[in-house]
């Protein structure tokens, strides 16, 4: 039973700390010592890139709205770069490429999205590279926005705010996003973010590096900045838009394909190489914990059935884990989310180590 009680309080612990401890103590700590951007009217060139993937049903939408940005327009360069679209993205490009010389189309082979932008990068030449989802919009103020932060000499990376539409079925994605949002914004004014948003970002070109093509940029751009003893950042105010997977269902499914790149980073990419120790504890608390929590749901779910009869904590524990299941399966809006997204850190994981994790991507289900 030593055992038991052991794993009990250690998975206990560790949830309550990931899911509750850790932002309160990061907003807390945000205001004791706050480490503002110093930012500035900043307009240098840019290099918009975004990477697609048989986007033909949005493609034009996304080119359009970048073009539409309240940005000195000789000062922009957008470039789509297709990783062997066999639809008509290319063709669609080409045409808007035709009229408009800031457009070029960069043909790539089917490599996946990662190895699309560094071959972008390559091929470009603004101090700051952009980065946008095929499916998403900025707003017109949005490119300035993430810009002004570049006045600051320590930022590498500046990413922006996501706004997801309002869902058309049980996805509760917005909900998680708005609290991650909140959770953002106290890392950023503790120094730097964990993890960025893959609808709008932006890097230093001096600063940026090739990551592995099978490695996410959201995950692993933010630590590799702050290993380099530079800063990676949020700005709430620079807004993008995307619509989310349909139904949780839909959204368990992307979670699953998502976590097995983090699960690839976390084992294999040196996260915890080099870093202070408030940037330490933010990823340890942030992302390794949080990738964990289905598996330390398990170990609490077990250690609890096997302590039921030692006390009345062990047997509230176990009833509140059976009520948030039974919730779930009963299709309770955010239960289910919950408990879905959980499960999919376990399935990633196996999924990971028994398959590895592909270089390419495919598009989530009804985000088009």
Request: contains cysteine.
């Given at each position: 039973m030593v055992i038991a009680k052991v794993l009990f309080w250690f998975s206990l612990g560790a949830l309550v700390w990931t899911q509750v401890g850790y932002p309160l103590f990061a907003a807390l700590l945000a205001r004791l010592r706050s480490r503002p951007v110093l930012k500035g009217d900043f307009v240098p060139s840019v290099s918009l890139i975004v990477a697609?993937?048989?986007?033909?049903?949005?493609?034009?939408?996304?080119?359009g709205n970048l073009l539409a940005l309240d940005y000195p327009p000789e000062k922009v360069e957008i470039v789509v770069a297709s990783d062997a679209s066999?639809?008509?993205?290319?063709?669609?490009?080409?045409?808007?490429?035709?009229?408009?010389?800031?457009?070029?189309?960069?043909?790539?082979?089917?490599?996946?999205?990662?190895?699309?932008?560094?071959?972008?990068v390559r091929e470009t030449q603004g101090e700051i590279l952009a980065f946008s989802d095929a499916n998403a919009r900025w707003q017109p103020d949005a490119l300035r926005k993430l810009v002004r932060n570049y006045a600051d000499s320590d930022v590498a990376y500046v990413c922006g705010s996501s706004v997801y539409e309002t869902a058309e079925g049980t996805n509760r994605e917005g909900t998680y996003w708005r609290f991650e949002g909140?959770?953002?914004?106290?890392?950023?004014?503790?120094?730097s973010i964990t993890g960025g948003i893959g609808a709008i970002y932006t890097v230093r070109r001096s600063d940026y590096v090739d990551v592995d093509p099978r490695f996410g940029h959201d995950l692993a751009l933010p630590y590799l900045m702050v290993q380099q003893g530079r800063r990676a950042v949020y700005d709430p105010e620079a807004l993008a838009s995307e619509k989310p997977s349909r139904?949780?269902?839909?959204?368990?499914?992307?979670?699953?394909?998502?976590f097995e790149h983090c699960w690839l980073i976390v084992l294999r990419g040196r996260m915890l190489r080099g870093l202070g120790p408030t940037y330490l504890l933010e990823v340890l608390s942030h992302r390794h914990l949080r990738y964990a929590s289905g598996l330390l749901h398990l170990v609490l779910l077990?250690?609890?059935?096997?302590?039921?009869?030692?006390?009345?904590?062990?047997?509230?524990?176990?009833?509140?884990?059976?009520?948030?299941?039974?919730a779930a399966a009963f299709g309770v809006g955010i239960a289910r989310y919950y408990v879905l997204v959980t499960w999919a850190t376990v399935v990633s994981l196996v999924r990971y180590l028994r398959f590895?994790?592909?270089?390419?991507?495919?598009?989530?289900?009804?985000?088009r």
């Open positions: 697609a993937h048989d986007e033909e049903d949005v493609i034009e939408r996304r080119v066999d639809d008509r993205t290319d063709e669609l490009v080409e045409a808007i490429a035709a009229r408009e010389s800031r457009v070029r189309l960069l043909r790539c082979p089917r490599e996946g999205k990662v190895a699309a932008q560094n071959r972008a909140w959770l953002r914004r106290n890392e950023s004014e503790l120094g139904d949780i269902e839909d959204e368990y499914r992307r979670k699953v394909r998502m077990g250690s609890s059935i096997a302590l039921v009869r030692q006390g009345t904590v062990f047997e509230v524990v176990l009833g509140a884990q059976l009520g948030l299941l039974l590895g994790v592909p270089a390419v991507w495919a598009k989530a289900e009804g985000t």
